[in-house]
């Protein structure tokens, strides 16, 4: 573990640990970030007192499989948030969002951040983390909450140690792509939406149905209304009513 003041990202301190040679099980956290950034390459607001996290992975697995550490990542931040809950005996509904964000209440707490590159012939991914512990932003899209929001007086530190033993749980489970059966099915028990109407945003256009499943690639199987399926790498999902479902 490696814990900085203040970064750029914690994602590029973990690519430039691989460049230098790391062999990988590196985490490295920061109090601050001045460059951090989101999915589809959009901005990330850091505030000082959240959970800037990233883990540096040599996953010796199918290229084709390293997408889905991304379902991985994510039930490990969500057990830690059980785990969190049970602690102040609150009783808090939590959910995962296609494809990256852990929800709390409906709102988005946590994003997580999957890049992956090569470095002198090895694949390496890397799993950025940001958890809103203290505060969050207020003018988003999707709305946002934070763990002090609904009365959980838990620092960056504390949810860390909760989430590393957790992603190792859930990485071991994941196999190196083996058990990514698993994975999805315990993700899909926890997600929002599944076999409700949603409308994903795509970079061109919108496409709304119903939401099935996701896929062995971590897609999104978008059921529409005359009966065909539409598989979805990247979007921005939002939920519907049923009257909007078209």
């Given at each position: 573990m490696r814990e900085l003041v203040e970064t750029g990202s914690t994602n590029t301190e973990c690519l430039n640990a691989a460049m230098a040679g790391d062999p990988?099980?590196?985490w490295i956290r920061a109090r601050m970030q001045t460059e951090a950034r989101g999915s589809r390459?959009?901005?990330w607001t850091s505030y000082e007192g959240n959970l800037f996290a990233s883990y540096l992975l040599l996953p010796q697995a199918p290229?084709?499989?390293l997408g889905q550490i991304t379902f991985v990542a994510a039930l490990a931040v969500y057990d830690a948030l059980?785990?969190?809950i049970a602690k102040h005996g609150t009783e808090l509904q939590i959910q995962l969002k296609?494809?990256?964000d852990v929800l709390l209440e409906g709102r988005k707490v946590c994003g997580i951040l999957l890049e992956s590159h090569e470095i002198s012939g090895n694949r390496i991914v890397i799993v950025g983390i940001g958890l809103n512990c203290f505060s969050h932003p207020r003018e988003t899209a999707f709305p946002a909450t934070s763990l002090m929001e609904h009365g959980?007086?838990?620092s960056a530190g504390e949810m860390l140690d909760r989430i590393v033993p957790l992603m190792d749980h859930w990485l071991g489970i994941w196999a190196r792509g083996e058990g990514f059966p698993a994975v999805r099915e315990a993700w899909t028990s926890r997600a929002k939406g599944i076999g409700h109407p949603i409308a994903a945003k795509l970079q061109d256009r919108e496409s709304t149905g119903i939401f099935e499943a996701i896929d062995d690639?971590?897609?999104l199987v978008l059921r529409k209304k005359d009966g065909s399926k539409e598989l979805i790498s990247v979007a921005d999902v939002f939920y519907l009513n049923s009257a909007k479902t078209g």
């Open positions: 990988g099980s590196l390459g959009r901005g290229t084709g499989s059980v785990q969190q296609w494809p990256n959980m007086n838990a690639a971590g897609r």
